[in-house]
């Protein structure tokens, strides 16, 4: 089993600490989300990393600096993406959210083919310096982001070519100049003069077992697609393992229906991405290609806040039912049946932060009756513990969150229902749009974090309900929104028999002096993100939406909400460490 480590106590520092691309960051008090929400540099100056979408990483943040540098102009700024039509897709959002959209232009780079990784294209999106919040929004709602990993190789290619630059200018020795003279192979310069540290690395993870070699890449993803998809027979630890499987055995494995109890399904229904936002993001893009694009879609639920971004900014705009409840859902059938036609339906089962699930069998029969398509975000579920398939068009996940459970790699995933009415429709928009822009390097930490999922899965969920069960009686707290004890029934029909309750919850103690005390006195690691290994908290309300605090709660959201994402330690540990958290608060 994973061993956790110790989390940081500094602000900014990485979580995991010394970890180069790690997907959280150590925000140790209540003031510390506060302080980086308003952009103190008290608190952003000192940030090693942050969340990828929301912080963009500081290897692409020295890639794009450095390629502004030579192909920008005075008070201009720039943002970077992996392929073409992202970047024209971004000068499109500008188009709409940007006066000065004639000075937008996109610069086509390339790097590589470098050592044994293939070539690396940047597409780099440049405009005026005031333009940056306009394009950050499109890379923070899209989530088609850079790989951090990729930005690290791009840096290393640029170092090597300015390193043999200088050694072509300078004069060569007397004793080596002539026809005969040979120039000394350069191996490549890494920033912060970190090449012993990284080929170490690199030795480590190839060599133990760890990491399969980068030529295995192509091989991982197939492992991915499969696993997602759940018609592995086992859980092999290796991934020349998968490969053994027959054309017929997966078959088999398929005419079984799988770990999701859909038959027919393969991992050709599985679809990558860099993130699960850029899953979200793309299932409706799917939905406006396979039915009327002029259709508003319905956000069902309070649901983590890109979404509904990507639903407001993206096409016709959305209806939006916050509270997601049983009359929500009458209210939705009354519009449908008045005439009303709509494109589709986005929900999270559970949803992120109150843990609340939809009536899907429900749900269900209105897409069918009225035609429209059902997106449900599995990822605080996850296929372990629940089955929303058998009553979607699309599940989409956040990979990098309880899958890889090492919160150092970023992915996402879009598993489409062979069995539903616009599957052929939808295959057909992602056979001739979808993009494989998963990098090679993300595909093997994903591959192989994920290995253990099911056996780590099982374990918080019975740390967070031992957890769960300890706070709903505890004095002090409020309340805990956990799925055992909010829309149970509904959550309880798509729970697989063998699954729990996952390993997020959300808690309120009596006030936000309160829980200021209990957030400060928290001994576990402390920023965004969720699904970890090791337990997360953070005050979701001031981080997803500090700028609408008031509205969030109109939807039951208060901005003195908790949410803890729990992980694998020791179950006394854990309900030691929230007790003396909760016997801090002295109000």
Known sequence: MTTVPEPPTTVGAAIPANTPHAVSVMFPKWQDNIYYEEGNPIVTSRMECGYPRFFIHPFIQKLCTRLLSKYGKPKESAILFPSRKIAERCREFMKRYYSETETVRIV???????????????????????????????????????SSRMAERCLEVLDQQEKEEQ??????????????????QQSPELPSGEERQVEAAQYVEERYGRNLPIEFADQAKVALRRRIAGILATESQHIQDYQKATESE???????????GIKGLSEQDVYLYPCGMSAIFHAHRCAMAAL?????????????????????????????????????IDEVEAKLKSGERILSLFCEVPSNPLLKSPD???????????????????????FSNVNVLQHADMVVSSLTKVFSGDSNVMGGSMVLNPNRKHYQAIKAHQDTEFEDLMWCEDALFMERNSRNFKARSKVINANAEALCDYLVDHPKVDKVFYPKFVCRNHYDAVKNPSGGYGGLFSMMVKNEKAA??????????KGPSLGTNFTLASPYTILAHYTELDWAEEFGVSRYLVRVSVGLEERDHLLKTFGNALNAIDV
């Not at 940047?122 to 850079?146: C, N, R, T």
């Not at 983590?304 to 916050?322: E, P, S, V, W």
């Not at 069918?368 to 975000?377: G, L, P």
């Open 108 to 146: 086509e780079l390339k790097f590589g083919p470098y050592e044994k990784y293939p070539a690396m294209p940047i597409f780099m999106v440049v405009f005026p310096e005031d333009g940056f919040k306009v394009a950050k929004q499109f890379w923070q709602h899209s989530g088609d982001i850079l």
């Open 167 to 184: 050694e072509q200018e300078k004069p060569l020795p007397m004793g080596n100049r002539g026809r005969y003279a040979r120039k000394k």
């Open 360 to 382: 899907l069998k429900r749900l269900r029969q209105l897409a069918d009756e009225y035609d429209f398509i059902i997106v449900v975000d599995e990822t605080l579920g996850n």
């Open 516 to 525: 200021q005390q209990f957030y400060d006195n928290l001994h576990c690691a």
């Open 250 to 260: 997966l078959e088999s494995q398929r005419a079984l229906q799988g770990d999701r």
């Open 292 to 328: 009327d694009s002029s259709r508003k879609s319905v956000c069902f639920g309070f649901p983590y806040t890109d979404t509904l971004k990507i639903l407001q900014k993206f096409g016709a705009g959305c209806y939006f039912y916050g509270l997601g409840e049983d009359k929500d």
